[in-house]
């Protein structure tokens, strides 16, 4: 800890030890507003939506053990816990300090639940530059009653975004940024279900919502990238004019299909039924799906890559399907790509009941419910336009929690191509 640090622990007011006393009193508050004393039932009347909520957090959920308590309201502290009082200031302060300085950790509270629920607004998702992201309101630290004279001034923040039990305003503004306004936006805060969301919260602040890669793991994203690029390069040379509905400013989706098939594996995930629209299809179909180029360019010469199987006409290229099986460090995963129609996202339903009924056969197998979820995974992909436009898809989902047709959860992979 910095000497600066050092001496804000040893004056500051709102501390770890102090803050079970505020969250204790504005508990109290909300249980019977008569219960406090009357300049705390003021400052608490005056707190807007954004404090309550910013005081909720800071207070932990619901069902959480509390750690401490305010000395002489009759609760110890919990068992294999220090005892100490929970008011614990190094110089005495007066009501007035510490409510100014609680104003000012709801006020850094409430700007990092801002980014939380807006930062996604902000995240710079467009690497062609066409679209221009205005600054939100919420996410603007002066909304707050801050000031540029407040930057370097550290606050208490009760071990928020892991940046300890106090920062500086310019150190919760960087991480708040780096984490939710960066090149990945992250829309969570709608869940209902805490757990769900505290997990996201905690997989996503620890790293700031950076992934690190090893030198080998960035060389095999590096060999899918390219082997993705040059397919679509040959197609586009060798059958100019041909539809191929090229993967052409989407071949980051071929390494991510990788990574899901990989991670899904060492989870347990044994078989995967995949639907997409044309787009990229033909690039899936070769580099991920491991189809023969050789049978993908005899399609494109008007052949099939199996004559003995052609039965009438035949389908054109973009339509087709195929199953493999990929081994991913000794976890074989089985893939199967079910044959799509020109209706791009009719193919959900089919993929969901697909999954639905090899879990059955499963479960007929003697597999238990849960493991048999585990274990077969749908994967849809979807442009961005036809995800947020074709009805079909919000059918889909409306689906997912009927116990007929429950399959554990769909993973779903939208190619923005900045049209929609």
């Known amino acids: ?179 939710y306004a960066g090149t990945i936006g992250v829309e969570f805060m709608h869940i209902q279900d805490p757990d769900q969301k505290a997990w996201i919260q905690a997989r996503i602040e620890a790293i700031e919502n950076r992934t690190e890669f090893t030198t080998k793991g960035k060389k095999a994203i590096l060999g899918s990238l390219i082997q993705a690029e040059i397919f679509e390069k040959f197609l586009d040379k060798k059958h100019t004019g041909t539809k191929r509905f090229g993967l052409d400013g989407g071949e980051s989706t071929i390494p991510a299909l990788e990574q899901i098939i990989k991670r899904g594996g060492q989870l347990g995930v044994e078989e995967i039924v995949i639907g997409m629209p044309h787009r990229g299809r033909l690039n899936v179909l070769a580099n991920m799906m491991g189809k023969p180029y050789q049978a993908i360019f005899s399609e494109f010469q008007g052949a099939s890559a199996n004559p003995e199987d052609v039965q009438g006409s035949g389908d054109v290229k973009y339509h087709l399907g195929t199953s493999s099986d990929r081994d991913f460090d000794d976890n074989i995963v089985h893939l199967s790509l079910t044959a799509n129609p020109s209706h791009l996202e009719a193919v959900n339903p089919v993929v969901a009941g697909k999954v639905r009924a090899k879990q059955t056969q499963r479960t007929a197998r003697g597999a238990r419910i849960r493991s048999a979820r585990r274990q077969v995974m749908g994967l849809l992909l979807h442009g961005d336009a036809a995800f947020s436009g074709q009805g079909v898809v919000a059918e889909t989902l409306d689906l997912a929690e009927l116990n007929g047709y429950r399959t554990g959860g769909t993973i779903h992979f939208i190619v923005n191509n900045q049209i929609g």
């Open 1 to 179: 800890m910095t000497q600066t640090a050092r001496d804000f622990e040893a004056s500051s007011y709102l501390t770890g030890a102090n803050a079970p006393f505020i969250v204790d009193l504005y508990e109290r508050y909300l249980a019977d507003p008569r219960s406090v004393a009357d300049d705390w039932r003021d400052f608490f009347d005056d707190l807007d939506e954004g404090a309550q909520a910013a005081l909720a957090d800071l207070s932990g959920p619901d069902w959480a053990p509390r750690a401490t308590r305010i000395v002489g309201n009759g609760e110890a502290a919990s068992a294999g816990q220090n005892r100490r009082p929970a008011i614990a200031p190094a110089a005495p302060a007066s009501d007035a300090e510490i409510r100014e300085a609680t104003r000012d950790s709801i006020r850094a509270l409430i700007l990092i639940r801002s980014y939380r629920v807006r930062g996604h607004l902000l995240a710079q998702l467009d690497p062609l530059g066409i679209e221009v992201r205005e600054d939100h309101p919420e996410l603007d630290y002066e909304t707050y009653g801050f000031t540029p004279r407040d930057l370097d001034r550290r606050i208490f923040i009760n071990n928020y975004l892991g940046l300890g039990d106090t920062a500086t305003l310019r150190e919760i503004i960087a991480r708040c940024k780096a984490t």
